[in-house]
């Protein structure tokens, strides 16, 4: 008997029950541990299948060739040749594959170099069209307003020197108002519903001096201008068909921002002023201290400057990244504006100079200044906690875990409490400058997009996703 595989008398022999044949038995169990059939018949096949025969030991004679020092040195020296072709075939193998590695790496480097080009001048393609479609659609009331470049009028130069001047002077002094509300009234705050739900879609919410009139909008256009002592519309604006991005009172006149990128303001119910300046959606509104400017940020990557007092564009400056929110320093001098780069970019109002910037960790949600002149809250968007900068420090100083998605930030006026709200609820961070430590008087389970404070932050007002508007004040 002859083993199958090997040719020789097998050791341990055994048959398989498939073909028949007989097989040594380590040299099948390893085949079929590699290949799982029968090497004759290619059955499955497995070491169940095999059947030991019983054979008498044989021993194995020597090969005759292998009787001789001779007959030895030889098969020495036709191993060593086997050996010599076999490294041989190798080193050529080796060759030719570091030939096909450098050849693919050479292209594939040149499909980079090919890649980071066209992804270049496709930017530059894009900015230059947002740029050409901003200058060649601006329009106020019909007629071409659009302003290149950044070139207050020596008027807003001088506006924005004057009010500097006036609220640097006074703000480390300013004392703290009357009826101010308390961190032990704060934890009194109980929510109530003020209205159904009016606008879904709505993202924004502000109050006019008075704080009785809310102003916010939805996905449809409408703008509501909200009664909270009556609890009830007092009036309703035409925004047109895109979505309301932004609100904010001047005065007495109603600002809103668009997802078309109008910005129009509203006096007593009529439209008075309607930009066109973004190429895209306006993505947020800033009002200057002075009250006689405005600001509009938008995905075009600029941001426009506008006069209130002539109802014109006073500058539009174009940036590197897409802008989501903007924010004017408490003195007028510094503009803010927060990017979907991750970057917090400040600007000198006067010159439109990037002066500094802030790395947030992802696109920027909402930036709000604080009244005490140096700090700056901002939240990524998605984040559950707030970062406080220091201008003077240009660094991150503090991180307030809320705990929850947050949407928007607001600071009080006296500059030691600031609200936060979010789907999962409202909250206030109180910062005690006698102890420099940090405190939560409020936490409330109120949805919200987006919060303000009332007149002498007796109330909280917050405004729902589908429209609806709610208040915090004390029980």
Request: aromatic share 6%; glycine share 8%.
């Amino acid at each position: 008997m002859l083993c199958a595989i090997s040719g020789e008398a097998p050791q341990q022999p055994v048959a398989s029950r498939k073909s028949g044949t007989v097989f040594e038995k380590r040299l099948i169990e390893s085949y079929i541990s590699e290949n799982g059939t029968d090497p004759v018949t290619n059955e499955d096949l497995t070491a169940d299948d095999l059947i030991e025969l019983k054979s008498q030991r044989i021993v194995r004679p020597r090969p005759p060739i292998l009787t001789s020092i001779p007959s030895l040195l030889s098969v020495f020296q036709n191993e060593w040749d086997a050996l010599a072709l076999e490294t041989f075939t190798i080193r050529q193998q080796l060759v030719q594959t570091r030939q096909e590695l450098s050849t693919a790496l050479y292209q594939n480097d040149a499909a980079v170099r090919v890649i980071a080009r066209l992804t270049r001048e496709r930017d530059e393609a894009r900015d230059a069209l947002s740029k050409v479609t901003a200058n060649g659609g601006a329009t106020y009331n019909g007629d071409s307003m659009q302003v290149d470049g950044h070139s207050l009028s020596e008027a807003l130069v001088a506006k924005v020197e004057a009010t500097q001047e006036r609220l640097s002077k006074t703000r480390r002094k300013r004392a703290l108002p009357e009826d101010w509300v308390t961190a032990e009234s704060l934890q009194t705050f109980k929510p109530r519903e003020l209205s159904e739900p009016l606008y879904p879609g709505s993202r924004s919410i502000s109050l006019d001096n008075t704080g009785d009139l809310a102003l916010f909008g939805g996905s449809d256009g409408v703008v509501a201008v909200f009664s909270i002592a009556k609890r009830r519309i007092a009036q309703t604006l035409k925004a047109g068909s895109g979505a309301i991005r932004s609100t904010l009172w001047a005065g007495n006149r109603a600002i809103v921002a668009t997802a078309t990128g109008i910005v129009k303001i509203f006096e007593s119910g009529i439209e008075v002023a309607n930009f066109e300046g973004h190429a895209g959606e306006a993505s947020d509104l800033a009002l200057h201290p002075s009250g006689e400017m405005l600001a509009s940020v938008g995905v075009d990557k600029s941001y426009i400057f506008y006069d209130l007092a002539l109802l014109k564009i006073a500058a539009q400056t174009f940036t590197n990244s897409v802008l989501t929110t903007a924010e004017f320093h408490p003195d007028g001098h510094l503009f803010a504006a927060g990017g979907i780069d991750g970057q917090i970019k400040v600007f000198d109002v006067k010159s439109g100079a990037n002066v500094a910037n802030f790395d947030a960790s992802g696109p920027v949600q909402c930036i709000n200044f604080s009244e005490n002149g140096t700090w700056l809250a901002a939240v990524v968007k998605g984040a559950t906690s707030i970062s406080i900068w220091d201008l003077r420090k240009a660094a991150q100083i503090k991180v307030l875990e809320i705990g929850s998605p947050i949407s928007s930030i607001k600071w009080d006026y006296t500059g030691q409490y600031l609200a936060a709200a979010g789907l999962s609820g409202v909250t206030v961070q109180q910062y005690s400058k006698a102890s420099k430590e940090w405190s939560e008087p409020l936490r409330s389970g109120l949805p919200s997009v987006a919060i303000t404070w009332g007149v002498n932050a007796q109330r909280l007002v917050s405004l729902s996703s589908d429209g609806s508007v709610s208040e915090l004040s004390p029980s």
